[in-house]
């Protein structure tokens, strides 16, 4: 197959994923053009997760290709597959460090196994990366003795302990206070930009988001429903990007699940 | 009526579908294992410390609970075997049924409650917080790296368990018999040598134990891997490696015995 | 924890495991005496041997000096072909009896050798010829049986004479 260098590291092509007949994406499309910080927002339950899984070929698409720097993911080998992993790094919802690890090792985990560098070296890049997080003190910690937002600064030191070109975040925000959020929108921007690397940012915090992203795509129904630059989002006037953005109740995303009628159901068993 | 029978049909089905979904996701699992065997041994590092978390942690139980046993053994081995005038014969007795059965078994046993489950509840734990995800988002394998080091720790560390399971029960026994009892010790070891053979008895629990620490193993690595990544699926799944493993360690002691005995 | 303390732990558990292996070798199993350095093979024929197995010792004066190695049914003679090992230090004549005894009324059986008065001895190879079969209890308790009812017999016939 002929590769195309793009200026898109990451390409979703018409993809449709779902489970058990029941479609969680319905041919989304999106690019995500090198060096950018890109966001994908929803609500809860919209399967924004799930696409970062398929950008990591963790799932299989059932419609349509998801392309990293040209190479179809979900066509590759085993081998190829992993090999196109080394390309990303990815900071899962709460971290997810390895808790019979410490600090040290968790990060130095992706780089043992992936070099044979000496373990001076390997020190070396180890503390560069926690130093870049703020977290060189704390590296001989377990993960049990780390707050949530520290836990997500050393798991993000560890995904991008291999310089990677894509960095993927599942809801970095999920659970923290708003210095630890603030503390991590800085990291996320200022790694980005150091490492020259992609960013694919999963959230549903809106405020935070907007402060640092280059372009927002806003996922609803398994469609992607808005897209933009923060600005041109926050001027939108398509309703569900509105009730979205302002955090309002009730709107195009209704407050109530799907149900009967209400009075009906209340009077159920009192009919005559 | 008619509802009711559709009911248990429909149970039925759907436990056969789920069972050979399961084997067939047991076996998937192990033919990985197998394919990472050379990549494993590579790295003995990571069997060390296992080794160190499935055998030496579950030593004091397998030690105590032998002493125990053979001692048991020995009291009621006398007290029949002294009724027909035979009382020397109580080390062969003891030894016998320690080697042959009551070591690879009760080690088996107590191995699936002692290590099975920790290891079920620490990968099926691994598996709920995206630790399995996150090393396969790095490009590293778990089976390679968390599975199959589990695996030979578990193979290595039963026939090891078992063999001092046997010989402290022996040690047990003698205890009972020679000091409390007053057997004579020659008459008790000397009568064990005769009648206990390297080859038919030994051997073969040595067999038999490598045989349920695959067993064993294998069935808490696949619960654990297999189990829904929540705090009930974990505590399920744990559940289900004690009464699995066990089924499966008696179950298969009766076949491997009647293949022993007709071989 | 420490990872030399670990190793540490995983070394000493390893090797408690082989001396366990090699105590229940050496010390509950027969392989201290089965094992008796070098050995020769001579073989003899009985009629019947009776419940005698493969790894049954074989004893001179009570003394263990061997063991049976292997046991085969000879369809040419009709007779047990009996492959014996016997320890090197210990030499018999070519005249050496070789009968199947049973240790007490039930227990197991053996091969005692009792040596003979020839100068020559046995080699590897060799063939005991001078052998007694085993015992069989049923065989004697119907003898016995047989004999106590021609003995009543023939006090009768004396009886009927006077």
């Given at each position: 197959?002929?590769?195309?260098?793009?200026?898109?590291?990451v390409e979703i092509d018409n993809l449709s994923f779902g489970y058990k007949g029941r479609l969680l994406h319905k041919g989304i499309n999106m690019v995500f053009?090198?060096?950018?910080?890109v966001a994908i927002m929803g609500g809860s339950g919209s399967g924004k997760t799930t696409l970062l899984r398929l950008i990591g070929g963790q799932l299989k698409p059932n419609v349509g290709e998801v392309r990293v720097?040209?190479?179809?993911v979900h066509?590759?080998?085993?081998?190829?597959?992993?090999?196109?992993?080394?390309?990303m790094?990815m900071l899962f919802q709460f971290?997810a460090?390895?808790?019979?690890?410490?600090?040290?090792?968790?990060?130095?985990?992706?780089?043992?196994?992936?070099?044979?560098?000496?373990?001076?070296?390997?020190?070396?890049?180890?503390?560069?990366?926690?130093?870049?997080?703020?977290?060189?003190?704390?590296?001989?910690?377990?993960?049990?003795?780390?707050?949530?937002?520290?836990?997500?600064?050393?798991?993000?030191?560890?995904?991008?302990?291999?310089?990677?070109?894509i960095?993927m975040y599942d809801e970095p925000f999920a659970?923290?206070?708003?210095?630890?959020?603030?503390?991590?929108?800085?990291?996320?921007?200022?790694?980005?930009?150091?490492?020259?690397?992609?960013s694919i940012v999963v959230t549903h915090d809106v405020?935070?988001t907007?402060?640092?992203v280059?372009y927002v795509y806003f996922v609803s129904d398994g469609v992607v429903v808005a897209e933009?630059?923060?600005?041109?989002l926050?001027?939108?006037?398509k309703?569900f990007v509105?009730q979205f953005v302002?955090?309002?109740?009730?709107g195009p995303v209704p407050?109530?699940y799907p149900?009967?009628?209400?009075?009906?159901?209340?009077?159920?068993?009192?009919?005559? | 009526?008619?509802?009711?029978?559709?009911?248990?049909?429909?149970?039925?089905?759907?436990?056969?579908?789920?069972?050979?979904?399961?084997?067939?996701?047991?076996?998937?699992?192990?033919?990985?294992?197998?394919?990472?065997?050379?990549?494993?041994?590579?790295?003995?590092?990571?069997?060390?410390?296992?080794?160190?978390?499935?055998?030496?942690?579950?030593?004091?139980?397998?030690?105590?609970?032998?002493?125990?046993?053979?001692?048991?053994?020995?009291?009621?081995?006398?007290?029949?075997?002294?009724?027909?005038?035979?009382?020397?014969?109580?080390?062969?007795?003891?030894?016998?049924?320690?080697?042959?059965?009551?070591?690879?078994?009760?080690?088996?046993?107590?191995?699936?409650?002692?290590?099975?489950?920790?290891?079920?509840?620490?990968?099926?734990?691994?598996?709920?917080?995206e630790?399995?995800s996150a090393?396969e988002m790095?490009?590293?394998?778990?089976?390679?790296?968390?599975?199959?080091?589990?695996?030979?720790?578990?193979?290595?560390?039963?026939?090891?368990?078992?063999?001092?399971?046997?010989?402290?029960?022996?040690?047990?026994?003698?205890?009972?018999?020679?000091?409390?009892?007053?057997?004579?010790?020659?008459?008790?070891?000397?009568?064990?040598?005769?009648?206990?053979?390297?080859?038919?008895?030994?051997?073969?629990?040595?067999?038999?134990?490598?045989?349920?620490?695959?067993?064993?193993?294998?069935?808490?690595?696949?619960?654990?891997?297999?189990?829904p990544p929540t705090?009930?699926?974990?505590?399920?799944?744990?559940?289900?490696?004690?009464?699995?493993?066990?089924?499966?360690?008696?179950?298969?002691?009766?076949?491997?015995?009647?293949?022993?005995?007709?071989? | 924890?420490?990872?030399?303390?670990?190793?540490?732990?995983?070394?000493?558990?390893?090797?408690?495991?082989?001396?366990?292996?090699?105590?229940?070798?050496?010390?509950?199993?027969?392989?201290?005496?089965?094992?008796?350095?070098?050995?020769?093979?001579?073989?003899?024929?009985?009629?019947?041997?009776?419940?005698?197995?493969?790894?049954?010792?074989?004893?001179?004066?009570?003394?263990?000096?061997?063991?049976?190695?292997?046991?085969?049914?000879?369809?040419?003679?009709?007779?047990?072909?009996?492959?014996?090992?016997?320890?090197?230090?210990?030499?018999?004549?070519?005249?050496?009896?070789?009968?199947?005894?049973?240790?007490?009324?039930?227990?197991?059986?053996?091969?005692?050798?009792?040596?003979?008065?020839?100068?020559?001895?046995?080699?590897?190879?060799?063939?005991?010829?001078?052998?007694?079969?085993?015992?069989?209890?049923?065989?004697?308790?119907?003898?016995?049986?047989?004999?106590?009812?021609?003995?009543?017999?023939?006090?009768?016939?004396?009886?009927?004479?006077?």
């Amino acid at each position: 197959m002929q590769k195309i260098m793009s200026d898109n590291i990451v390409e979703i092509d018409n993809l449709s994923f779902g489970y058990k007949g029941r479609l969680l994406h319905k041919g989304i499309n999106m690019v995500f053009p090198r060096g950018k910080v890109v966001a994908i927002m929803g609500g809860s339950g919209s399967g924004k997760t799930t696409l970062l899984r398929l950008i990591g070929g963790q799932l299989k698409p059932n419609v349509g290709e998801v392309r990293v720097d040209g190479d179809v993911v979900h066509k590759q080998s085993i081998d190829g597959l992993y090999n196109l992993r080394h390309k990303m790094g990815m900071l899962f919802q709460f971290g997810a460090l390895f808790t019979d690890l410490s600090v040290y090792e968790n990060v130095a985990f992706p780089i043992r196994e992936h070099t044979d560098l000496p373990e001076s070296m390997v020190r070396d890049f180890v503390m560069l990366k926690l130093n870049a997080v703020g977290l060189r003190g704390a590296h001989n910690l377990m993960p049990t003795e780390l707050s949530g937002g520290m836990a997500r600064r050393v798991a993000l030191a560890r995904a991008v302990a291999l310089d990677p070109q894509i960095i993927m975040y599942d809801e970095p925000f999920a659970g923290l206070d708003p210095i630890s959020m603030g503390v991590v929108c800085n990291l996320i921007r200022s790694l980005n930009d150091a490492l020259g690397a992609t960013s694919i940012v999963v959230t549903h915090d809106v405020h935070e988001t907007f402060s640092f992203v280059d372009y927002v795509y806003f996922v609803s129904d398994g469609v992607v429903v808005a897209e933009g630059t923060p600005d041109q989002l926050r001027n939108s006037d398509k309703p569900f990007v509105h009730q979205f953005v302002h955090g309002e109740a009730d709107g195009p995303v209704p407050f109530h699940y799907p149900a009967a009628d209400y009075k009906r159901e209340m009077l159920r068993g009192h009919d005559v | 009526m008619f509802k009711g029978l559709q009911c248990v049909f429909t149970g039925l089905g759907h436990r056969v579908i789920e069972g050979v979904w399961r084997i067939g996701a047991g076996a998937r699992l192990f033919s990985y294992i197998g394919f990472y065997l050379f990549e494993s041994f590579k790295r003995p590092r990571l069997i060390v410390r296992e080794i160190f978390a499935t055998g030496v942690l579950s030593l004091l139980i397998i030690l105590v609970s032998a002493f125990f046993v053979g001692m048991v053994l020995g009291l009621q081995g006398y007290n029949t075997l002294q009724k027909y005038g035979s009382s020397e014969a109580i080390g062969v007795l003891v030894a016998l049924s320690l080697v042959r059965e009551l070591g690879p078994v009760v080690t088996a046993l107590l191995f699936a409650g002692r290590a099975g489950t920790a290891i079920t509840a620490e990968i099926g734990l691994m598996k709920a917080t995206e630790q399995l995800s996150a090393m396969e988002m790095m490009a590293v394998s778990p089976v390679a790296r968390v599975i199959a080091p589990r695996f030979w720790a578990g193979v290595i560390s039963m026939p090891i368990l078992a063999a001092l399971f046997s010989m402290v029960g022996v040690l047990g026994g003698y205890f009972v018999a020679v000091p409390i009892i007053g057997v004579d010790s020659g008459a008790f070891w000397s009568q064990m040598q005769a009648s206990v053979d390297f080859r038919d008895d030994i051997v073969n629990g040595v067999i038999k134990s490598v045989v349920f620490g695959v067993v064993c193993t294998m069935i808490a690595l696949f619960e654990g891997y297999d189990a829904p990544p929540t705090a009930e699926g974990v505590s399920r799944a744990t559940t289900r490696t004690v009464v699995n493993s066990s089924l499966a360690v008696l179950g298969l002691d009766f076949i491997l015995t009647a293949f022993m005995i007709g071989a | 924890m420490e990872r030399t303390t670990i190793d540490l732990w995983v070394g000493v558990f390893v090797a408690l495991g082989l001396a366990a292996i090699f105590g229940l070798a050496l010390k509950v199993g027969n392989l201290t005496s089965s094992n008796i350095g070098e050995t020769y093979t001579v073989t003899a024929a009985f009629e019947n041997i009776g419940g005698l197995k493969p790894h049954a010792p074989v004893k001179s004066a009570g003394v263990v000096i061997g063991r049976v190695d292997g046991i085969v049914f000879d369809s040419k003679d009709y007779e047990a072909k009996v492959t014996i090992k016997l320890d090197k230090r210990y030499e018999f004549p070519k005249d050496t009896f070789a009968n199947i005894y049973t240790a007490g009324l039930l227990g197991e059986q053996y091969i005692g050798l009792e040596a003979g008065g020839e100068e020559t001895v046995l080699k590897n190879g060799d063939k005991i010829s001078h052998t007694q079969d085993a015992v069989v209890l049923e065989k004697m308790i119907s003898q016995f049986l047989y004999n106590k009812a021609s003995d009543t017999k023939s006090s009768e016939t004396t009886k009927a004479a006077e």
